[in-house]
């Protein structure tokens, strides 16, 4: 199982994982009703921050919670970013 690659290898690193993310905000600012939710404009700091955990999360560092992420807002139940990831 060791050889077998992450979602992030598999994806190509963290480069084009930043690049999907910012085309889906371009996208949620686009959209009348998803860019309210955002007061019409994704925040720099916002889309670094969620870049960030799903690079982490997508590593698949399951010995480290991601460094960006209180873990009982990823999962207040159980305090477990794993399991947040895998519910959405």
């Avoid at 690079?55 to 477990?80: H, K, L, N, Q």
Wanted: net charge negative; glycine share 8%.
């Amino acid at each position: 199982m060791a050889d077998t690659p992450t979602i992030f290898e598999w994806a190509g690193g963290r480069e084009p994982m930043v690049r999907w993310l910012e085309t889906f905000y371009d996208a949620v600012e686009r959209d009348d009703l998803l860019g309210s939710v955002f007061g019409g404009t994704v925040s720099r700091e916002h889309r670094d921050h969620v870049a960030d955990w799903w690079c982490e999360v997508m590593a698949d560092r399951p010995s480290t919670p991601p460094t960006t992420a209180d873990t009982r807002t990823c999962c207040p139940s159980t305090g477990d970013w794993r399991s947040a990831a895998r519910s959405g």
